[in-house]
T-cell receptor, first 113, second 111 residues
Framework: GAGVSQSPRYKVAKRGQDVALRCDPISGHVSLFWYQQALGQGPEFLTYFQNEAQLDKSGLPSDRFFAERPEGSVSTLKIQRTQQEDSAVYLC???????????FGSGTRLTVV | KQEVTQIPAALSVPEGENLVLNCSFTDSAIYNLQWFRQDPGKGLTSLLLIQSSQREQTSGRLNASLDKSSGRSTLYIAASQPGDSATYLCAVNHSSYKLIFGSGTRLLVRP
């Protein structure tokens, strides 16, 4: 596609609910990233995929967070047993390869109530 | 640990002014530096990418410079317009893939 597509745009979850956020990268982009952006802050790195391989998940805040990219294209970020502190905008980005510029999606705004 | 700082945190200027946004980073071992624009409730739009071997990049009314040795970058916006109002984020690529962001500068250009 022309850009990075994320869905849903907004998600309200009750505390304790599981959520799944989807990212459709630009076709042919090898690298895919997830970032978390708290209100008034810059995005913070969560995890990185090169094709289907998850090469770095050091930024995932806890074992409640899980990301996958099984066929090297679409990626899903899953959060289990959501907590209020998980409320943030979750941004996905893709890149042709390392060292190149990144294209970000519009993000999913998650609100945990 | 790489840290990125952006000054000022917020800026309000009248239309037509030239302005400079500042970004500093603590570790000069970077691959590249990227400036992004973020509109409220939206994702990030890439403005300029400067590779570590470059000193500056230009796009229209925007010019970004990079001084790796001093750990600084500036984004210069010429003849500002109300449509330039947004948050501007600086990010350094420190590990070949991981971007480390500043907290951004919120810019308001008054008509």
């Amino acid at each position: 596609g022309a850009g990075v597509s994320q869905s849903p745009r907004y998600k309200v979850a009750k505390r304790g609910q599981d959520v799944a956020l989807r990212c459709d990268p630009i076709s042919g982009h090898v690298s895919l990233f997830w970032y978390q952006q708290a209100l008034g802050q810059g995005p913070e790195f969560l995890t990185y995929f090169q094709n289907e391989a998850q090469l770095d998940k050091s930024g995932l805040p806890s074992d409640r967070f899980f990301a996958e990219r099984p066929e090297g294209s679409v990626s899903t970020l899953k959060i289990q047993r959501t907590q209020q502190e998980d409320s943030a905008v979750y941004l996905c980005a893709s890149s042709r390869r390392d060292f190149y510029g990144y294209t970000f999606g519009s993000g999913t705004r998650l609100t945990v109530v | 640990k790489q840290e990125v700082t952006q000054i000022p945190a917020a800026l309000s200027v009248p239309e037509g002014e030239n302005l400079v946004l500042n970004c500093s980073f603590t570790d000069s071992a970077i691959y590249n530096l990227q400036w992004f624009r973020q509109d409220p409730g939206k994702g990030l739009t890439s403005l300029l990418l400067i590779q570590s071997s470059q000193r500056e990049q230009t796009s229209g009314r925007l010019n970004a410079s990079l001084d790796k040795s001093s750990g600084r970058s500036t984004l210069y916006i010429a003849a500002s317009q109300p449509g330039d109002s947004a948050t501007y984020l600086c990010a350094v690529n420190h590990s070949s893939y991981k971007l480390i962001f500043g907290s951004g500068t919120r810019l308001l250009v008054r008509p």
